[in-house]
């Protein structure tokens, strides 16, 4: 059953036949046997084929959905097993929203690779909405999300505190102001967002809500690097991590805001959904907690 679903999910994702068979390194007719055979089984069709498109309908997407969770164990399965009689090796699935995975997870990465080759991390970047749902369906094996989860299904710890600031452009007029900026004066300014969905998102409006900020021009965009280039070319101000904005503060592209009460501070958390952790998860945990906790020493 393992391969019929394997070979169902890789047709869903690639939409056709033949890329799914090339991806797969088998023939399109074995293919297409495969999808027949998991028809009959389920006892209904679960695409819509046309020459021009191959397309889940409302019975395979509910298949494709399962299909994705099942495998998912079915690699955990695997792991526990090697667990027994192995040395931590073996892949993890990683989830991350936007700023721990763009700017954190890659150095954590970079350590556990030097200290265990064997282990195989494979990345996901994902808004923290997304992250939560793909723990959940057993779709990743650890998450990192931006701020608190409580959810009676999964286990949530706090691992890091993020200092947040408020950036503009060294050329942006506020800094003619040489004292001390309050918020209030912040209101008319033009605000870059991410969307909603993101954890950097939920921050800002939590900030807007605890300062009673009303901003009059809001502008969304659909990822930090966009918004930070569009902040250094003077289209805005934002509000965002620290390790978001570490090499523009370095080479002064971009520049913090002295604004009164400020950092504006949230959380990072790692959510399993397990208590059972496989040796590489652990290992890979261990090695997130020993690089943090050197972070923050330094």
């Known amino acids: 059953m393992k391969q019929y679903l394997e070979v169902f999910v890789m047709v869903a994702e690639k939409k056709n036949f ?47 959905h399962y299909a994705k ?10 792991n526990s097993v090697d667990d027994l009689i192995n040395k931590p090796t073996g892949s993890i699935i990683i989830g991350a929203s936007y700023t721990f995975g763009e700017y ?35 779709q990743l094996d650890v998450g990192f999300i931006e701020g608190n989860l409580k959810n009676e299904h999964l286990t949530s710890e706090v691992i890091l505190e993020d200092e947040m600031f408020i950036v503009a452009s060294p050329k942006h007029p506020l800094f003619k ?28 409006e939590n900030f807007f ?19 930070k280039e569009s902040v250094e070319s003077g289209l805005g101000i934002t509000l ?10 370095a080479n002064h592209s971009i520049e913090i805001i002295n604004v009164k009460g400020l950092p504006f501070k949230r959380d990072f958390s790692m959510i399993t959904n397990t208590s059972y952790q496989i040796k590489a998860l652990k290992t890979f945990i261990d090695t997130l907690h020993h690089y943090l906790a050197n972070q923050q020493n330094f």
């Open 18 to 64: 033949s890329k799914a068979a090339e991806e797969l390194h088998m023939t399109q007719p074995a293919v297409s046997q495969y999808i027949r055979a998991l028809e009959e089984s389920m006892g209904t069709r679960l695409l819509e084929r046309s020459n021009k498109y191959v397309r889940l309908n409302k019975a395979g997407e509910i298949v494709f």
């Open 69 to 78: 969770e099942i495998l998912g164990l079915y690699v955990k399965m695997q």
């Open 104 to 138: 954190i997870l890659p150095h954590i990465i970079a350590q556990l690779q030097q200290n265990y080759p064997e282990i195989t991390p494979s990345i996901q970047i994902h808004n923290t909405k997304e992250i939560i749902e793909l723990v959940l369906n057993h």
């Open 177 to 204: 102001m040489k004292k001390e900026i309050c918020i209030s004066n912040l209101e008319e300014e033009t605000w870059i967002l991410r969307e909603i969905g993101s954890g950097t998102r939920e921050a800002t």
């Open 209 to 227: 809500r605890m300062y009673k900020l009303n901003p009059k021009r809001l502008r969304e965009f659909g990822s930090t690097q966009l918004i």
């Open 240 to 249: 965002l991590s620290r390790w978001a904005i570490e090499k523009e503060l």
